[in-house]
């Protein structure tokens, strides 16, 4: 069975750092992309970024490049975010999900963690 | 990037009932689309993916249908566990991986 589980939400200041990661068992992990979908309090859902299976190539969306950095450690079976100069509109529930089909990023997400909370507040 | 709408906001049904949700892409998206259904305090749980295929252990009840830009998840004869919210995502045209704003299932 998959398992994906997040860690690492805190309250933040604004203009701080956090990393979370993401411990994954259940499935080959060098065999499938993973990515991270947020969520802010009663809104929903946004696509942050995406890690290829290798971790050779990333995306991320317009509202945290340069910011977010994603980056998977293959032989610990952990995905990881970096994230830097934290705003206000960065707070939300950070979920981890993993590709449905093996070594392609274009996919659905058939796995998801249960999340974890990032505050932004001063 | 592709901007992704769904209709209605709400729907509001009783149990046994069958639900009609929409998603419509602002450019065509083929065959590239996913529904995900959200429980409250939940994650999402991938329900459809390439428009019409049931991920594993999705109930018959629940199907996709649709191309291009307009797209439907019918849910026929509604169970109590069924009403939640529902998201639709392309991953077409990337990046981004854009998804709707949901529909809300609330029991009538």
């Known amino acids: 069975e998959v398992h994906l589980l997040e860690s690492g939400g805190d309250v933040v200041q604004p203009g701080g750092s956090l990393r979370l990661s993401c411990a994954a068992s259940?499935?080959?992990?060098?065999?499938?992309?993973l990515t991270w979908v947020r969520q802010a309090p009663g809104k929903g859902l946004e696509w942050v970024s995406v890690?290829?299976?290798?971790?050779?190539?990333?995306w991320s969306a317009d509202s945290v490049q340069g910011r977010f950095i994603i980056s998977r450690d293959n032989s610990n079976s952990t995905l990881y975010l970096q994230m830097n100069n934290l705003r206000a509109d960065d707070t939300a529930v950070y979920f981890c999900?993993?590709?449905?089909?093996?070594?392609?990023?274009?996919?659905?997400?058939?796995?998801w963690g249960q999340g974890t909370l990032v505050t932004v507040s001063s | 990037e592709i901007v992704m709408t769904q209709s209605p906001a709400t729907l509001s049904l009783s149990p046994g009932e069958r639900a009609s949700l929409s998603c419509r892409a602002s450019?065509?998206?083929?065959?590239?689309l996913a529904w995900y259904q959200q429980r409250p305090g939940q994650a999402p749980r991938l329900l459809i993916y390439?428009?019409?295929t049931r991920a594993t252990g999705i109930p018959s009840r629940f199907s996709g249908s649709g191309s291009g830009t307009e797209f439907t998840l019918t849910i026929s004869n509604l169970q109590s566990e069924d009403f939640a919210v529902y998201y639709c995502?392309?991953?077409?045209?990337?990046?981004?991986?854009?998804f709707g704003q949901g529909t809300r299932l609330e029991i009538k």
């Open positions: 999900a993993k590709a449905s089909e093996r070594r392609t990023v274009a996919v659905p997400l058939d796995s």
């Open positions: 259940g499935f080959t992990f060098t065999s499938f992309a």
């Open positions: 890690i290829s299976a290798s971790g050779e190539k990333s």
């Open positions: 450019q065509t998206v083929p065959f590239n």
């Open positions: 390439g428009v019409s």
């Open positions: 995502q392309q991953y077409n045209d990337w990046p981004p991986y854009t």
